[in-house]
């Protein structure tokens, strides 16, 4: 099916082209958020009816994980179709219902672009692998053993093994920095990047209001093939559990290459035709992982924003908080910083932080408070923990591989809990892909939908408040001086009053002496106050107020 024009009925949200500063951007895993179809696999048209409720806690924009033509072996980002919805998901006709509802509501919709790799099932990468000479042969990362007949070189996938795997027809190995399914598009190809580019054009056409891009510093491999050096002790790479040996490498040539900031301009380029689009890039698995961002979000040159995952370890504190947001504040110069603290690809934020699930309304907030745009995982705002799943029902290939050190990603993919009487929490009327722990039931839409001081409510509560403080919006941050578990902060527009906003991270009430005199403000659902000199916090809670 051949894209639509800019001139139909799905055209893009008008208003601020800078609506993502600061804009909430909820993020959806389709296969797990309603399934209407009976196949116990969440759709589209489950999204479509669920868009009532996501205008209705409040989110600026909503970000769909891929719903592609896809194998499945890596549940979507394995795209077989970039142009086409899977039928597991519904159809095109079904995406385009659900891009007029949302925008009809003023839910602007972001669709994830997985483009650095395809599925082996893709026509593309049959067709590269039939012959060393055919019209898409080089379209692919393609390299000749070494004279022993082993890989080009000691280049690992993050799921695991050898990122080469060796083809009999080409009699060469392919790249592949995840799944063997998952051959790696080869960037240095001219053709690779234009075509690329029109299939996202496609979806643009189609009236999506931008890309959050999947593994955004992946696209470029070094074409010398150099081995990768190995990293010292003390070095991390960001985003890699450490049961992984990739953890164990610098990914130095495999991947973040000086090309893809070429590309990422060529892309932005495309993007500035469109208005109030906007792109969010994945960066992961680098060790400079600051001074990437500031080069790949260098104001409207390439990515609007990109995120870390610094806050997506076991790592909880007021210091760790404040060291990472200055880090990054320090470090992405014009940029703009995405900040998440739960994906689809981590154990879900109040288990990995160890706090008690009546504190998750803190968290959200703390992510909404800081400079930058937030990104909230479907479930947190009911407070979710992370499922545990055993290993006969795993579904993810990754956890399947370092089991059990290292239990994947489905604890934090089950699906959503709508109705706590329904059968399977409202989920689906068939058995789902992945089953529904009781204590999610207990938690579930209906159940905090009805009680005032819940989860949900309360979080909600906080995101519509949050809508009337430009500062926190669009503002700067400069931090205070704050004993551990304190963790104070300003956000601050120019000739506006500064915002002040203190944070209890420990389960003891303390007090905090701003220095200044402040202004208490009301609404936002947390119960510390100011008496004299002395802002006093209960534990898990939050203070807000004017200064000057």
């Known amino acids: 099916m051949q894209a639509q024009s800019k001139n139909s009925t799905h055209l893009q949200l008008g208003g601020d082209p800078d609506w993502w500063r600061g804009g909430l951007i909820y993020q959806i895993y389709p296969r797990s958020y309603l399934d209407t179809s009976e196949s116990g696999i969440g759709d589209l048209p489950g999204i479509v009816q669920k868009l009532d409720y996501l205008a209705w806690l409040g989110v600026d924009a909503i970000w769909i994980s891929p719903f592609f033509r896809s194998p499945m072996k890596d549940f979507g980002y394995d795209v077989a179709d970039y142009r086409d919805v899977d039928p597991l998901f519904g159809s095109l006709e079904d995406f385009d219902a659900l891009l007029e509802k949302a925008h009809r509501l003023g839910l602007r919709v972001l669709i994830d672009q997985v483009i650095s790799h395809t599925s082996d ?57 995840f799944l063997s399914s998952q051959p790696d598009l080869n960037f240095h190809n001219p053709d690779v990047q234009a075509v690329m580019l029109d299939e996202m054009r496609f979806w643009l056409e189609r009236g999506v209001d931008g890309f959050r891009l999947d593994t955004a510093n992946m696209y470029f491999h070094d074409v010398q093939l150099r081995d990768n050096p190995p990293l010292m002790a003390e070095q991390r790479v960001n985003g890699v559990d450490e049961s992984n040996p990739y953890s164990m490498q610098n990914p130095l040539y495999n991947i973040t290459q000086p090309e893809n900031l070429a590309f990422l301009q060529r892309l932005r380029a495309m993007m500035d035709e469109y208005p109030a689009v906007t792109t969010v890039g994945e960066i992961g698995a680098v060790t400079n992982m600051y001074d990437v961002i500031a080069d790949y979000t260098e104001a409207d040159k390439r990515l609007h924003m990109a995120y870390s995952f610094d806050f997506m370890t076991k790592t909880f504190s007021a210091e760790h908080v404040r060291s990472v947001v200055e880090r990054m504040n320090a470090g992405i110069g014009s940029g703009w910083p995405c900040w998440a603290f739960s994906n689809h690809d981590v154990a879900r934020v109040v288990t990995r932080w160890g706090v008690e699930l009546e504190q998750a309304p803190l968290l959200s907030a703390l992510m909404m408070s800081l400079r930058g745009a937030p990104c909230m995982y479907q479930g947190e705002e009911l407070g979710l923990p992370e499922a545990d799943i055993p290993f006969h029902m795993l579904q993810d290939p990754y956890g399947v591989r370092f089991w059990p050190e290292f239990k994947g990603r489905d604890g934090c993919r089950t699906p959503m809990p709508w109705h706590a009487g329904a059968f399977h929490a409202g989920f689906s009327s068939a058995t789902p892909w992945l089953p529904i722990p009781e204590e999610h039931v207990e938690r579930s839409v209906s159940e905090q939908k009805v009680t005032e001081d819940s989860v949900l409510q309360r979080t909600r509560h906080f995101i519509h408040w949050r809508r009337e403080q430009p500062a926190l919006l669009q503002g700067d941050m400069d931090f205070l001086d704050a004993p551990e578990p304190l963790l104070a902060f300003v956000r601050t527009l120019p000739n506006q009053t500064r915002l002040l906003c203190v944070f209890n991270l420990g389960q003891d009430a303390c007090s905090f002496v701003p220095g200044e005199p402040v202004e208490a403000l009301s609404g936002h659902g947390f119960t510390g106050v100011c008496a004299g000199e002395r802002i006093h916090l209960e534990g898990f809670d939050a203070f807000f107020g004017h200064i000057g």
């Open 121 to 177: 099932m893709h026509a593309w990468f049959r067709e590269s692998r039939s012959s060393r000479d055919n019209a898409r042969a080089d379209w692919y990362v393609w390299a000749d053993p070494q004279a022993d007949g082993s890989p080009p070189n000691n280049w690992l996938s993050i799921f695991g093994g050898s990122a080469w795997e060796w083809d009999s027809r080409r009699r060469q190995y392919y790249l592949h920095n």
